[in-house]
């Protein structure tokens, strides 16, 4: 068997694990649900996260471990995980192959030679990694951003899969939404469709993580190279092949390293082995010495362009905290999971992966867009409107799913704040505000207590009080009664209107009645409280309707959202979440503890 | 030709064999690990919250019960399905009622309060196959303490339980106590079927309002579907309560196929009725003229309107009865007329 | 030959390679092995550096613990008030460091009353410099409005740095979080805490003012001043922070001018009608006895003020300044 087929059998292998950890990402017991498959094994195993994770908060966080599995793997044979693992790599790899397959062997090769931007992906890397450096000063993490696991894990979970999956509904059963991501759907396709012009464009240019491991695999043990003779006569080296210069083990070279040349680029090869298949004189090989014409190790990047990016990265994140988004200009509409961290603590440990976009239940978690902040993109912020419910009560998904513990993985006791955490508290995301110019009863007289009636906690932190207003033409003058029907002069009452329970009727001062029918003329007021007095004809009426007027109890609501995604005003809700009073930031309070 | 290429080719081989092993552990790796799971990691029931997303789609039959859980609950058993051969395992005595009334399938569940395990509620869905069958199954077994339930109109209350007819199906939904918090999670799983659960509105029951609205004592409308009265001819008979003075008359109507199908119904019963013993009564209303029978000191009243058979049964006061017939009567023309 | 050393030479260099590949690994292991967290962050709220303001005050002296001087001069009213408690040899001492902390709330012109009077202030800070041979006065708060507007239209910057003060203005870093034993709402709450880490002494200036919230601002509604973050939160409990912050600052002594009172319309006033003589300046060492008095001059009793009694009963000081045996003095 050759190398570059396992290779290609080990591309297959993890790209559909890749896809296949994506499909089950549902909550559930099946087969093709969560149970415990191990979705974010990807994640975990991608130093580039671990590392910008030790960065900005001096731990590794559990599963991230893996990935010094990685990277002592790297450290000994290379770059293996480029073309063996990465899934957005394989992804690239097949594309380039597949755009340029009928390119002529000249062609390939010119496309596959060296080019001085592929140190570009160098410059990102350190830029991204200063701008994590120093947590004490301020640290953000945005590898997330470029990182090619957290990429493509985006972009199959938030746009792929919900398409897809649209009209099969194996996923899930109503179909997901998030919001704003066909940029994310652009960047895909963009990065994906510029394998037609430069075969992996991404990895050779842009990858950071690509860029990492082309920094820590100059101690190779093995790395491929010409080979260097070791003859036992003078008669084989006559028969010995030497290199041709044919440079046919350029015309499929993944990574751009240039074996045929003079100087091997270590730090670019991403073991595809092609060029060891494709060389016919088997002057190519995977070796402990050193390519025989010579190798490069370090990337080749210049001071000029590491201070530049080392200067930006440490610049950056400072200069974009001038809003103050994190301080007193905070954007009240990001709101958070349950067991998030505060926010300064959650922006250096988020890397925008989606999952707890992907795994929630209520599809309410989504992609953030700049509006909070440019920090915010692709973090999780819920949006009551969007999904079947608000934040669940009894959920605590998002948390468990987590790589990083931007979202910490907590009980539903901490959720709750029940048994240990009975005098902590329940977690609140925000707080519910009633918008009394749209709210029904508030602004309408209509009757509707829709948010009341949602509202799961227990005791209910939406109370209701009553109250009676006369309607609109609502006072009426009496023609004649009897017994317990009222007919009046006005004959022009909608039929049955008054006859859904809600409607009362004052005559003159006298006690409020209840409307149980009404005909265009006449109203019928319950039996149970008949006349004592039976009015004259020419007193007036008042038509009141009951109206339960909604109150928040900011001291128990816990910013869930149930009441806002139920709110019947579906435009612009009549009672809105917003941040304030959420219980992971000390400086949103909006009450006192007691 | 290289240097001794053979054997580099096999050590290529071998070595890509390795890898592929490698692979493969990887694969039963990862199977065996999803094996390991705890799902109340992620919650209580997350049977439940999974199917939550079905809450915005209209659902039918069997429609996904847990997607009714209210609030602050979940479920506290399985969905049992019965249809008309073990319908008795469920209700035993009460079975024949819906068995005779077009029973088609009962799904039934039980929800509890997470917080609170002595309050829970069961809902019991009836699959009556029509609006009328639900209706008559509601309207029957209808709870004298009840009270309306707003802004429902087929629906009465007590102070734990709520029924009510929704399209062709009857609801119970049967609280384990009087709990003001319990109630409010029923009317929750009552709303959220009205809105989910997809049924034909567009057959309603005309005959609702056929009764004339005076006096009417609101919810006492029943529907028979056969052996009203005891008289087995007279089927897809409604019956309703109104006020006179202290008392309460029952008026009756059933609408044929024609008149004529009318006539022959109502002469029948008169027959019936004077099987039993029964006796025709002088009235000094003209359009009673002898449709007014005396049945062991109750007046009964027995005429046909059009494609109606209607009348008074078993009053004790004949003036009330008859006054009660003429209203119904005249209410019976117009609708014939309209 | 040549074969050999070639050899040889691969060999060598491979093995410093594997040398170097081996300290990476074992580089990045450590690495990992140190920082390895299993958990994860608790709570998720930064862990804060926790700080304790020390005890400023000197020793009891029965008899010598409030003093009231009536007259219309500040400067004349203070100096005999401080001489009846033994004067400012008595609570600073040669070579110490003092920290002022007036009323510097609002960027008001001094004539309202809304801050304390620059005058006042100043003579405090020439008082300890040429009396009590301080080595150095400070005068700092953490104002309402923009702290640099506030020490500059108060008049008390340049009365203060006239004097040879040295003023502190609120800063991020100044801030250190706190919480106090006992307290209910000052829990891991940050205060303005570093100008009085190296200090010995702390002195607070505060008029006398109605307030619309509390009832009156006085001494111990000053070091409402030394509490940083979103502070206005507290004041849905007033009187439970006020009673609290009388139980974290200990202060060496208090300065309560009531020469001009503001008697409504506090704590900003804005009109010189707010305003009303009462020619009378107390100096305590208890806050609580120095509010209790002072309220009369608001019209107020202590029944009035339910922080009087919340702080007295957190022993911090006492609402019956009689028993403290008050020195009263007319300056003429």
Redesign the interface.
Known sequence: MKIIQARRISQVFFFLLFVWFCIVSTVGEKLWQLRGWPVNWFLQLDPLAALGTILTTHTLYRGLLWALATVILTTVVGRFFCSWVCPFGSLHHFVGFWGNRRKSVAQKIQLNKYRKPQRIKYFILVFFLFMAAFPSVAASLQVGLLDPIPLITRSFNLVLLPIVDRSVNLTSVAGRFYEGVWVILAIFFTTVFLNLLIPRFYCRFICPLGALFGVINRFAIWRIGKKQLVLRSELLRRVANECINCKLCEKSCEGGCEPAGNMMRISECVLCFNCLDDCEENIISYQTQPSLAGEITNPDISRRGFILSLASGIFAVPAVRLSNKLGSNWYHRVIRPPGALAEKEFLKRCIKCGQCMRVCPTNVIQPGGIDGGLENLWTPVLNNRIGSSGCQLNCVACGQVCPTSAIRPITLSEKLGTDEFAEVGPIKLGTAFLDRGRCLPWAMDKPCIVCEENCPVSPKAIYTQECFNTIRDGILTIKKVSDNTIETIEDNLSLGKFATGDYYCVVEGDERRKIVANTENSIKISPDKLFEKIPTGGSKIEVQVRLQRPYVDIEKCIGCGVCEHECPVSGKKAIRVSAEGETRSDDRKLLLKH | MGLVPGRAKRLESVISICLLAILFLIGVGVFIKQFNYNMSRYGIDTATISKLETQNSKFEIPFELSSLVPAGFGTLSEVEVYNSENLYEKINGKAPLYIESGFEKLSTQRFVSINNQSLWMELYAYDMSTVKNAFSVYSVQRRIDSEAFPPMQLAYKTGNALYFVHGKYYIELVGSSESGELFRAIAEVARKIQANLAVDHDTGIAELAMFPQENLVLGSIKLYLANAFGFERLTNTFTAEYRSGNETVTAFLSKRADSKDAEAIAESYRDFLIENDAVTKSTTNKTLEGKVMDFYGTTEIVFTVGPFVAGIHEAENQQAAEKLAEVLVNKLNSVNNE | MS?QS??KL?RR??LI??G??GI??AA??T??YL????K???T???DEEHVTLQDFSVQHRLGQTMSIAKGSDRVETLNKAIELLGGIERFVRHGETVAIKPNVAFASPPMLGATANPELVAEVVRLCYSRGKAKKVIVTDNPINDPASCFMLSGIGKAASAAGAEIVLPKAHLFKHTTLTGGR?I??WPIFFEPFKKVNKLIGIAPIKNHHRAGASMTMKNWYGLLG??RN??H??INTIIAELAMMVRPTLVILDGTEVMMTNGPTGGSISDLKRANTLIASTDCVAADSYGCSLLGLTVSDLSYLTKAEKANVGTTDYESLKPIFATVS
Do not use: M, T, W
């Open positions: 074969e070639g050899k691969g260099q491979l390679r594997a170097k590949a990476s690994i990045a292991g690495v990992s920082l390895y967290d299993a994860g962050p608790k998720g709220v930064e709402l829990k891991n973050g979103r939160i507290f849905q409990d």
